[in-house]
């Protein structure tokens, strides 16, 4: 049984905790194992891990001058890589290769093994080259490979090394390495690549676009990108990531890419699954990193938002921004009493409103209570021109808009703008439905003259709420606590649950919130959340009246 096949039946039998996208990519290599067009040979990946387990000794304590000890997922990694040929050239199948894993997982450690077998068993007359956005970067797997040449070549008799290259003299092989800041990226011949850390790279950056140049005239370029996730949304490494899902799920077609993925499938699972960490950590379970110190700093998480942010990206791959994460999962995920509009019958509400054009989704909610009951009942509906569909990047982010619609949630109309006096009459139209008056609505002055003019019809009650610090802050606290005290019952709304995952807040001087998307990306509408924190402010302006008409 090869490490590929071994390593999947551990997945099978759940020896390992495997993602989605780790273990789809994982069963298209084992069908691409009987494609005709590509030959399995596992021939120079037995020598490769043979000589890394045999001859690479590490530097760091508590594994100093000990070899290099593979786990079945990194001789998987290796394997796939280096097994996969062309069957009408005969040539290596992978060009591009990405590796996403969780920090302390060893990434710098198997690289620099495989970087230290090319500098004395690799083929003659090739360069590689360690790449990164900056040099303290790019050093990592470098001073490692350096480390593992003088361990196993203490006096120089095939190799020597300075500060800025490593080189087997016998074979004329070169390891060095590069960062972005260097002026001129032009001239090099190389054959190999590590890049580290790409999440620092900017979209179309220039140092991977002068490797790739650099490679151009070899039959088996390898470009190795190994990198835990990062603060920088729709950069580089988000775009690379959206292109290996899309190959992985046979979206794509590009035989030359392939990716291991270790992340998470849900941040839910981080707050309650721990056996769930695995995906996005696979050296958990052989000790290389610490459950315990992962789970004192997740339950630190729970409280501080700053080290919530840096937990998600940096241990579970969850891509959210520099902004701190408004709401844990479990805070806004979980069992609410299931109920209708008709027990509702003859009450007040108040309502808010969170209208748009073309870009994002239209909103509006209402809030409906009981006497003696704590629980805020909200229901909701949104709106989305059908034109979004087609040209929008939302899906990436989650966004299941037919699937919503289907379920009743969402009304995706022909036109090309939303309609603000259509939300008017939804509104309206729940005295006639469920004899349910809406007291006052409030809603943002953005686009509001048309809705104000239809609910002035309606004899309906517009409250004005500015969308900035003082009209938010407040509401947005009141908000959280009740989310976290789980008093408020949207229904499971899957759409609410979507905007109240890609909600950030911004945080002032002065203690003030904000809420802002995820990372400034444009995709992840937080417009349902938005929508709810008007509803509260609404309700904070108003809560002694309303209390009279619930009484």
Not at 185 to 200: A, I, P, R, T
Not at 265 to 276: C, H, I, K, N
Not at 314 to 327: M, R, Y
């Amino acid at each position: 049984m090869t490490h590929l096949e071994s390593y999947y039946e551990m997945i099978c039998k759940g020896d390992v905790i495997a993602g989605y996208y780790l273990r789809k990519q994982v069963e298209n290599l084992l069908n691409d194992m009987d494609n005709p067009a590509y030959i399995y040979d596992t021939t120079e990946a037995d020598k490769r891990i043979k000589f890394m387990e045999s001859y690479c000794l590490q530097s760091k304590d508590p594994f100093y001058m000990k070899p290099v000890v593979l786990m079945p997922w990194q001789k998987a990694f290796w394997e796939s890589v280096y097994s996969f040929k062309m069957a009408d050239t005969g040539f290596r199948r992978f060009w591009e290769v990405l590796l996403e894993v969780a920090r302390k997982n060893g990434k710098s450690t198997m690289f620099a093994a495989d970087g230290n077998t090319d500098l004395f068993i690799g083929a003659g007359g090739v360069d590689i080259c360690c790449l990164s956005n900056d040099d303290r970067q790019a050093k990592l797997i470098f001073n490692e490979t350096a480390g593992m040449r003088s361990r196993l070549d203490p006096k120089k008799r095939i190799t020597k090394d300075n500060l800025t290259e490593l080189k087997n003299y016998k074979r004329n092989i070169t390891v060095f390495r590069l960062a972005a800041t260097v002026r001129n990226l032009d001239g090099f011949n190389l054959s190999k690549c590590y890049c580290d850390e790409s999440h620092e790279l900017p979209l179309g950056a220039e140092l991977v676009d002068a490797a790739w140049r650099a490679m151009s005239v070899k039959d088996e370029p390898l470009f190795l990108n190994c990198t835990t996730n990062g603060y920088n949304r729709g950069e580089y490494l988000d775009d690379r990531i959206e292109y290996a899902k899309k190959v992985i799920d046979g979206e794509t077609i590009d035989p030359h890419f392939m990716a291991f993925l270790y992340e998470q499938d849900s941040e839910l699972e981080v707050w309650q699954d721990e056996e769930s960490w695995e995906k996005s950590n696979p050296s958990l379970r052989y000790g290389v990193k610490k459950i315990a110190k992962l789970r004192a700093d997740v339950e630190a998480a729970k409280t501080d938002k700053k080290k919530r942010v840096k937990l998600l990206v940096k241990d579970f791959n969850i891509p959210v921004g520099n902004s701190e994460a408004w709401l844990m999962a479990d805070e806004y995920i979980y069992p609410q009493e299931v109920y209708n509009l008709d027990e509702f019958r003859g009450c007040v509400a108040l309502a808010a409103v969170d209208l748009s054009a073309t870009t994002d989704l239209t909103n509006a909610k209402i809030l409906l209570m009981r006497a003696g009951d704590p629980v805020k009942y909200v229901y909701s509906h949104y709106w989305i021109p059908s034109e979004k569909l087609s040209r929008s990047d939302d899906r990436t982010a989650g966004a299941e808009y037919r699937e919503w619609a289907r379920k009743g949630l969402i009304t995706i109309h022909d036109e090309p703008e939303n309609d603000a006096a259509t939300v008017a009459r939804w509104l309206a139209g729940l005295k006639k439905s469920h004899n349910i008056k809406i007291y006052k609505c409030g809603y943002d002055q953005w686009g509001s003259k048309d809705f104000i003019n239809a609910m002035d019809n309606f004899g309906i009650e517009c409250e004005r709420i500015e969308q900035n610090e003082k009209g938010m802050s407040n509401a947005m606290k009141l908000l959280e606590g009740d989310l976290k005290g789980r008093r408020v019952n949207y229904g499971g709304n899957a759409v609410d649950e979507w905007c109240f995952g890609n909600c950030a807040v911004k945080v002032s001087d002065s203690g003030g919130y904000m809420p802002i998307k995820i990372g400034g990306q444009k995709a992840r509408r937080i417009d349902g959340a938005v929508t709810c924190i008007i509803l509260w402010e609404t309700y904070r302006r108003f809560k002694s009246e309303f209390t009279n008409y619930i009484k």
